[in-house]
T-cell receptor
Framework: QQQVKQSPQSLIVQKGGISIINCAYENTAFDYFPWYQQFPGKGPALLIAIRPDVSEKKEGRFTISFNKSAKQFSLHIMDSQPGDSATYFCAASLSAGGTSYGKLTFGQGTILTVHP | NAGVMQNPRHLVRRRGQEARLRCSPM?????VYWYRQLPEEGLKFMVYLQKENIIDESGMPKERFSAEFPKEGPSILRIQQVVRGDSAAYFCASSPFGGANSPLHFGNGTRLTVT
């Protein structure tokens, strides 16, 4: 019940295209859904996050879409650039209570390659 | 404004040896988390600590693994009698407080290789 399933495992997109990564969760108590970007040899960095009271959040070229009834959320990268090539992780957690907040359940990751 | 500092970046140990991984959180952060990343997998939560206290160690293996975050100095993740299956990247993250609106800041990890 604590799993977060992410797809696809890898994704190749041409420069300027749209990259779409999907995640599905099981625990309906999750109420915080961040996306992390990780470059080789680096730690994950928070990209964008959403709470289930909104269906979409946009920051620059990055958009999270959230479907509470389907228990799914996705990351859209518009106008993808070669510099976006990295591994992307979705995650979920319970924000209620201080001890749960940082206890993220991560998806398996998507390796994004953007060709020039 | 230094980020989360982890050292060493790479650590090689032979089976049966001890591994000590250190994490200095960002300035002003009193909450530390340790995560483990196996090859081609997502990160898995191990333990959550505040200064001098272990708050949640539900992700720690029952044996050989321990963590501390003393009043002074870095947080330490200790693995005794390492085995090949312990080979992974270990990431530390910190936050200024627990609860909502406190995103995690990750270090660049320690890559442990057990030979």
């Amino acid at each position: 019940q604590q799993q977060v399933k992410q797809s696809p495992q890898s994704l190749i997109v041409q420069k300027g295209g749209i990259s779409i990564i999907n995640c599905a969760y099981e625990n309906t108590a999750f109420d915080y859904f961040p996306w992390y970007q990780q470059f080789p040899g680096k730690g994950p960095a928070l990209l964008i996050a959403i709470r289930p009271d909104v269906s979409e959040k946009k920051e620059g070229r990055f958009t999270i879409s959230f479907n509470k009834s389907a228990k799914q959320f996705s990351l859209h990268i518009m106008d993808s650039q070669p510099g976006d090539s990295a591994t992307y992780f979705c995650a979920a957690s319970l924000s209620a209570g201080g001890t749960s907040y940082g206890k993220l359940t991560f998806g398996q990751g998507t390796i994004l390659t953007v060709h020039p | 404004n230094a980020g989360v500092m982890q050292n060493p970046r790479h650590l090689v140990r032979r089976r049966g040896q001890e591994a000590r991984l250190r994490c200095s959180p960002m300035k002003g952060h009193s909450h530390v988390y340790w995560y483990r990343q196996l090859p081609e997998e997502g990160l898995k939560f191990m333990v959550y600590l505040q200064k001098e206290n272990i708050i949640d160690e539900s992700g720690m293996p029952k044996e050989r693994f321990s963590a501390e975050f003393p009043k002074e100095g870095p947080s330490i993740l200790r693995i005794q009698q390492v085995v090949r299956g312990d080979s992974a990247a270990y990431f530390c993250a910190s936050s200024p407080f627990g609860g909502a609106n406190s995103p995690l800041h990750f270090g660049n990890g320690t890559r442990l290789t057990v030979t």
